[in-house]
């Protein structure tokens, strides 16, 4: 990842929030804990960069047990 796709900001929420975002690009990122519960998104919202993960996944699909918190 390169200084242009760092992130001042970032927010585990509701798939809700992909609404603010704008001028979004997707990552899919590796971890030492395995999958992460979807692709982060790197966006704008107010001219601040902001990462953004849906904690149950885009679909909603992860129900709370099945959230690797650690990844």
Known sequence: MTDNQKASVGVFGG???YSFL???EEYEIDTPYGATSDKI???EVAGKKVAFIPR???NHN???HKINYRA
């Open 56 to 58: 149950h996944g885009r």
């Open 15 to 17: 798939s809700g929030f």
């Open 41 to 43: 998104v790197i966006g």
């Open 62 to 64: 992860l129900p709370p």
């Open 22 to 24: 704008q001028e979004t």
